[in-house]
């Protein structure tokens, strides 16, 4: 009876716009924390104040869309934060070795090098079977030590004003428009486009159920592995970004695999895979983003941030989880009649 | 068991016929941490041993236990709440908390009160988090980070370093010794005979283990599930709580930086899963546990006995845990792929 039923009850499910609606929340909610910054402060929405919000929000946004990826999969990645730090770190390294190094090499071997952690963390937790909280878990202590082992805590070198340009340089030509922007609309461009292939699909359907997917003839392993490299290499990415504005530290990334997750989960993804869409996990990071800078501007004390921060995260995801059970219930119920 | 081509049946070998008590199941992820804690343990011996130093000593082995205890305590908490299918990233905080509270308490209205200050707030800590899990349905994961952001913020705005002053006569707790054995370990000790009997002797236990388990169905059989996660969260708490006061006793004062320097939120977790519990809830137990903390320890020993840069160690602590639970995993992989077989005939 239940081999029936089963069936039915997912294609009850999925016949829901289910990712629309378990993304709602994230949106009323950006639009909400936006019309309140127009109150605060009108200039707000001046064209350059605007991008520069934007390029501000673009590693986090970048790294959501990483994580997107690993979590609709059913996983998780909390390595990203030391990644990013490690990637600011040994970029300002390279400078150090080769000053001559031209930037995009930089890049590039950034790029590699976080692809390679996401190969390792996917690897280890499709074929040695770890959960990957335990997986990441373990690379980002193994990349934090690694990190301050190297550098004693005080990380030298320098990076390059051609290398920093990505993260905070115009693009020539067109002085309001920031290099990051742009990185970040060819990012969100290639992740809606990745989403809607096949292969995007075959992701969500993994986490959705794996054993379900297997049977269908997906490659599990290679699917999960494929989302942990491109977490990394987002996390790479973000690190260039992020190596444009901020100084050179052993704390560069400290945090931000928390606040990638927690993006995401704003954006309606259910932790365990399988539902969501990967522009309302960027909207997710959008909307801490603007939370960060609301928090600011009413001068709320660094300190006292992190307090209202969890505050309005917990509260804006229980919203979401009331309003998606509430939808959640009507084929529970038809199944209970049943 | 396939039978060996050109032999015939036989008696069965001597492994299948010996009483199911003297056998021991290398299956099973308990006895696996074990194994891994004397291998882990025997090695540490052999490579300290041939720098010149001493490693079984009683002075040595109670300053393992010695710098296990706070760990130990967070981690029979945490049991709780990953048995229960729930976990807490909030218990590095709420132990910086718990060790000013404590200590601040304790410098004007004496130790009595100054104890029950820190359960009590530990409580009530625990007690938000299982509600926001359960009434509010936040993911654990991010209902717990969430309060951590809140307890962060509220550290860091009214703290700006040590604050608090503990009596002399409560530092005992953190020196003291009972014969060679400091107290700190029968404290560690009295809570994980506590946690195994509630988990396995108590209905409460059951219950977790079943909500744990699968939620739906606990919730179908009758288990009130709401109540026993919250339940789970607030022990988790106290015994976060416990480590905290064992931590102001050790430290003599209140530290902001108590809890979040011994990163206790993610290895208290990495150490249950070490101790062969399932991250999922509703598999393992604080045996195993103990087991993981032990390991953790020993190991950190070991470094700092060869002078290790302490940077380093986490390095190794990290591929350690990953290591470990790839072991357990393979395990657990094999064991399944043995059951669907004799399933499938």
């Known amino acids: 009876m239940t081999q ?9 499910r999925l016949r829901l716009p289910a990712t629309l609606s378990a993304s709602t929340p994230v949106f009323v909610l950006l639009g909400v924390l936006l019309l309140v910054l127009a109150f605060v402060d009108i200039g707000f929405y001046e064209p350059d104040r605007l991008l520069a919000f934007i390029r501000r929000a673009a590693p986090l946004i970048i790294l959501a869309a990483g994580q997107y990826f690993v979590m609709v999969s059913g996983g998780f990645d909390l390595s990203v934060g030391s990644v990013v730090t490690v990637g600011v770190v040994v970029a300002a390294e390279l400078f150090n070795i080769a000053p001559d190094m031209p930037w995009p090499v930089a890049v590039l071997i950034l790029l590699v090098a976080g692809m390679g952690v996401g190969l390792i963390n996917g690897l280890i937790s499709t074929l040695l079977a770890v959960p990957s909280f335990i997986t990441t878990l373990g690379m980002m202590l193994i990349l934090q030590g690694a990190v301050f082992f190297w550098t004693q805590g005080a990380p030298r070198g320098y990076l390059s004003d051609d290398y920093r340009t990505l993260g905070r340089g115009m693009v020539p030509g067109l002085p309001w428009l920031p290099w990051a922007v742009i990185v970040l609309a060819v990012v969100a461009a290639a992740a809606v486009v990745f989403m809607r292939s096949d292969t995007g699909r075959t992701l969500v359907a993994t986490g959705d159920n794996d054993a379900a997917a297997a049977l269908s003839g997906v490659r599990v392993h290679r699917l999960r592995v494929l989302a942990f490299v491109l977490s990394g290499l987002a996390a790479a990415l973000a690190a260039v970004l992020v190596g444009g504005f901020t100084g050179i530290s052993a704390q560069a ?60 995260v917990i509260a804006a995801v229980a919203l979401g989880a009331v309003s998606w059970s509430r939808r959640q219930r009507v084929p529970n119920s038809t199944k209970e009649r049943r | ?111 009595v009160a ?47 370093g040590p604050a608090g002053d503990v009596p002399t006569e409560f530092q005992r707790l953190g020196y003291d010794r009972i014969g060679p054995l400091p107290v700190s370990v029968f404290l560690v000790a009295a809570v994980a005979t506590l946690t195994w009997f509630v988990l396995r002797r108590t209905s409460l236990g059951h219950h977790i283990y079943a909500v744990g388990g699968d939620r739906e169905i606990a919730r179908l059989s009758g288990v009130r599930t709401d109540r026993t996660v919250i339940t789970a969260h607030v022990l988790c708490s106290l015994c976060a709580g416990l480590a905290g006061v064992f931590l102001a006793s050790r430290l003599g004062a209140g530290a902001p930086l108590a809890g979040t320097d011994g990163q206790y939120d993610l290895v208290s977790i990495a150490a249950v899963v070490l101790g062969g519990s399932l991250l999922a809830g509703g598999r393992g137990g604080v045996v195993g546990t103990i087991g993981g903390v032990l390991i953790l320890s020993v190991l950190d020993n070991v470094f700092d006995q060869l002078g290790v840069d302490p940077f380093f160690k986490n ?8 290591a470990a639970v790839a072991l357990y995993a393979r395990q657990s992989v094999a064991r399944r792929r043995r059951q669907d077989q004799r399933r499938s005939g």
């Not at chain 2, 945490?78 to 200590?103: P, R």
């Open chain 1, 4 to 12: 029936t039923a089963v069936p039915e009850t997912r294609r009850t």
């Open chain 1, 253 to 312: 990334g400290d945090g931000m695999e928390f606040e990638a997750i927690t993006a995401v989960v704003l954006g309606g993804v259910a932790l365990g895979g399988g539902r969501g869409s990967v522009v309302a996990a960027m909207a997710g990071a959008l909307s801490l983003q603007t939370l960060f800078t609301l928090l600011t501007m009413l001068g709320v004390s660094g300190a006292l941030e992190s307090t209202v921060q969890g505050v309005i």
């Open chain 2, 1 to 111: 068991m396939t039978p060996q081509p050109g032999t015939k049946a036989g008696p069965p070998p001597l492994s299948r016929v010996a009483p199911a008590a003297a056998r021991i199941n290398f299956a099973d992820p308990v006895v696996l941490v074990y194994l891994a804690l004397v291998a882990v343990y025997l090695i540490g011996w052999t490579i300290v041993g041939l720098r010149g130093g001493d490693f079984v000593t009683v002075a040595n082995t109670v300053t393992i236990l010695q710098n296990s205890a706070a760990l130990g305590l967070v981690a029979i908490g945490q049991t709780y709440a990953i048995l229960a299918g729930s976990l807490d990233l909030s218990v590095a905080y709420l132990i910086s908390l718990v060790t000013l509270i404590t200590a601040q308490v304790m410098e004007s209205a004496g130790i």
């Open chain 2, 114 to 160: 100054g104890v029950a200050a820190a359960l009590l707030l530990a409580g009530l800590v625990g007690l938000g988090n299982g509600l926001i899990v359960t009434k509010l349905k936040v993911n654990a994961f991010i209902a717990t980070l969430g309060v951590a952001l809140i307890l962060r913020g509220y550290l860091e705005n009214t703290y700006t």
């Open chain 2, 315 to 322: 390095v190794v602590r990290g591929a350690v845990i990953i």
